[in-house]
Every structure is written in structure tokens, then in C-alpha cells.
């Protein structure tokens, strides 16, 4: 006992999977660079504690009925920085039922980690591995982690900044934010705000059914960004060219099979499409832009303040329908290799579509590992 804290210690000899198999309790599991080959689990005393136990290839961290603690005692599960094994929890249809609550906090972990709660909240901050959860109810929260991202929940929201790797969500309610991240995006929402900010070189595909639609800054490869009902900001470079697709490469990609969790399809490459059913659009371009539009309002106008090269038309069908095809080009030297046009189609059916002038913004150049 040291500080009224009680240290348990297991081999992970022969172990594949670390298991959690709790009713209600929440945990922290932190990597540490003095542990080889073993987990250790720290707990102040109290009843109802989570326990180690070995069944056959899986170590269990193991706990029945309630416990509560204050923050600071809540139990500390300690693994290898190198080495750990899988994390994964037997979603026992019991738990679910009761709802009861279970926080997991990962803090460092190297791991693949595959989660299903009733309800909780999860943190993860730093560390390499898949993600994968299927959650009732409780927000998530990931911060500078390598790997890929799958998680479908009924309600809670979604953060997650500076992350390289490909992320999936598919969520019923709640706000989702993704700020600063590389890799392919994909979001399924149903209620709730969708905020990408500062993509890096990313192809991105968001269906909210009732919610606003915001990607602000950064880059984008390709995109395809439909609401039901609400509006569309957009204000990213829309980038075409062979040198900004290899900076991507090399990213951690979502399996195929995981794909098929929410209606949404992957992006090809220099088409950005935007579509509101019930909402206004509003696209910001730099003069640097390279693309070929097609926009369409049905129900609204269209107003732009941009300067459109020659041949461009904006036509007034009817007092319900307006369509503008046209096309920017941005001026370059003449020694230097014409960029290819990258295409974007927007859709407005019961709305306005702006499109704006914006600030050119300095280009990112490298992708960090």
C-alpha cells in the first residue's frame, strides 16, 4: 500500500487481448515506459473494485456491481508503451440494459482498442491503433493519436483534433467537431452541428439529416457534403494536383467492411460536390482556385462576387430555378505546369447559393507522422 493506493501486477505472457468485462466503473489506462511484459492495476480501497484475472489467452480487468469513487481514485490500469495487447470489452447485453455508466480515459496507449458500452464517455489522448465503438450514449474525445477512427453511437458528441488517419462516424445526435486531422473522413449525423476545421489534404464525405454543414480552411482532395435541412459553409482550397494527392499517401486507411456502417460514399479525387435540400450554401474561393462550377438554386438565387473567366454564364431560368456554369482559373507564370481543374457541382433546393472571395491562405507543405 503506498498513499492508500493498492498495486496488483499480472504477467502478459501468452496474453492476446486485454479484456474489460465490468458492470459500472470508470477507468484510466496510461502507458508506462518502465513496464515490459506486464499491466498493473492501482485502486484506493473501496467496494465493489475492479480485479485481474487470467483466462487462458486474455487477461480480464473485472468488476460487478457499483463503484463509486471521486476522480482522484479512480482506478488506474497501467500497460507497456510498447507491446500492449489489444483492449476490447465483452459489451455483456446486461450492462446495456441497465444503462449504467462507464467513463474510460486512455492516456499514451499503443493498442488497437474495441469498445461496447451502454453508456460512458471515452477519452483518448496520444498513443497509436485502431479505434473501434458502438456506444448508447457519451461523448467521444481523441487528441493527437495515429491510426483509424469507427465509432456509431445513438447520442453523445464527438471531438476529435489532431489526428492522422482515416475516421468514420456515424452518429445520431450530438455535435461533431474534427479539427486539424489527415486522412479520409466520413460522417453519418443526424442531429447536430458537423464542424471540419483546417483538413490536411483530406477527401471528405458528411451526410447530416438535420444540421449545419461547416469546413473551414485547410485543404481538400475531393468532397461530397449533403444536409437535409440546414445550411453549408465552405472555405477550404479545393486542390486537383498530382502533388498535393502524394503528401495523403501512406495514411492509415478505415477497412473496407467498416466503411458500410453509414450511407455515405468515398469522394473521387478533384470533385467536390455540395447539396442542400432545405438551407442555404455559402462557398468561399481564393484567387488561386482552379475549378470548373456548376451550381444550381432552385428555390433561391445565386449572387457571387467572383471574378469568372470568359465564357462563364449565370442564368435566371425562372423566379424559382437560377443556374451558374462557369469556371475559375488562377493566374500563373508561364513556366510553370498548368494545374489541372478540379469540379464542383452545388445544389441548393430550397435555398441560396453564395459564393465569395476570400483571402488566399499559405500552403501547408508536409504532413507530420
Known amino acids: 500500500m503506498l498513499d492508500e493506493k493498492l498495486t496488483y501486477t499480472e504477467s502478459l505472457g501468452g496474453v492476446r487481448t486485454l479484456r474489460l468485462d465490468c458492470d459500472s466503473v470508470n477507468l484510466i489506462f496510461e502507458s508506462a515506459d518502465d ?6 492495476l492501482v485502486t484506493a480501497q473501496g467496494d465493489c473494485l475492479p480485479e485481474l484475472l487470467r483466462m487462458g489467452d486474455k487477461l480480464v480487468v473485472y468488476q460487478r456491481g457499483i463503484h463509486l469513487q471521486p476522480m482522484e481514485a479512480t482506478p488506474l490500469i497501467r500497460v507497456p508503451f510498447q507491446g500492449c495487447p489489444d483492449i476490447t470489452n465483452t459489451g455483456r447485453t446486461r450492462q446495456i440494459e441497465r444503462m449504467v455508466s462507464t467513463q474510460l480515459v486512455f492516456r499514451r496507449v499503443n493498442a488497437n482498442i474495441h469498445m461496447r458500452n451502454g ?6 489522448d496520444g498513443g497509436t491503433g485502431s479505434f473501434f465503438a458502438q456506444n448508447g450514449q457519451g461523448a467521444l474525445t481523441i487528441t493527437d493519436r495515429r491510426g483509424w477512427v469507427s465509432s456509431q453511437a445513438g447520442k453523445g458528441n464527438v471531438q476529435i483534433k489532431r489526428f492522422l488517419g482515416s475516421i468514420l462516424l456515424d452518429h445520431g445526435t450530438g455535435d461533431i467537431s474534427v479539427t486539424e486531422c489527415t486522412g479520409d473522413l466520413f460522417i453519418g449525423s443526424g442531429t447536430g452541428l458537423v464542424d471540419v476545421a483546417i483538413p490536411k489534404m483530406q ?4 451526410y447530416a439529416r ?6 473551414v ?3 481538400l482532395l475531393g468532397a461530397r457534403m449533403r444536409t437535409d435541412a440546414g445550411s453549408v459553409l ?3 482550397r479545393f486542390r486537383s494536383d498530382e502533388g498535393s494527392r502524394s503528401l495523403a499517401r501512406g495514411v492509415p486507411q478505415i477497412p473496407t467492411s467498416n466503411r458500410k456502417a453509414i450511407p455515405v460514399e468515398v469522394p473521387e479525387l478533384g470533385t467536390f460536390e455540395i447539396e442542400s435540400h432545405d438551407g442555404n450554401i455559402s462557398v468561399g474561393l481564393d484567387d488561386q482556385a482552379q475549378l470548373q462550377i456548376l451550381a444550381i438554386a432552385q428555390g433561391g438565387k445565386i449572387n457571387s462576387g467572383l471574378t469568372l473567366s470568359e465564357g462563364s454564364t449565370l442564368l435566371y431560368i425562372s423566379d424559382s430555378r437560377h443556374e451558374l456554369v462557369g469556371s475559375l482559373r488562377a493566374a500563373t507564370n508561364s513556366s510553370a505546369e498548368p494545374r489541372a481543374a478540379a469540379v ?8 441560396n447559393i453564395e459564393l465569395m472571395p476570400i483571402s488566399p491562405r499559405p500552403t501547408r507543405a508536409t504532413i507530420q507522422g
Open 203 to 206: 477527401r471528405l464525405s458528411i
Open 234 to 236: 465552405c472555405t477550404c
Open 217 to 219: 480552411d485547410g485543404d
Open 344 to 351: 464542383m457541382r452545388i445544389s441548393a433546393l430550397r435555398g
Open 35 to 40: 513496464l515490459q511484459n506486464e499491466v498493473q
Open 210 to 215: 438535420a444540421g449545419d454543414i461547416r469546413v
Open 119 to 124: 453508456v460512458g464517455d471515452i477519452t483518448i
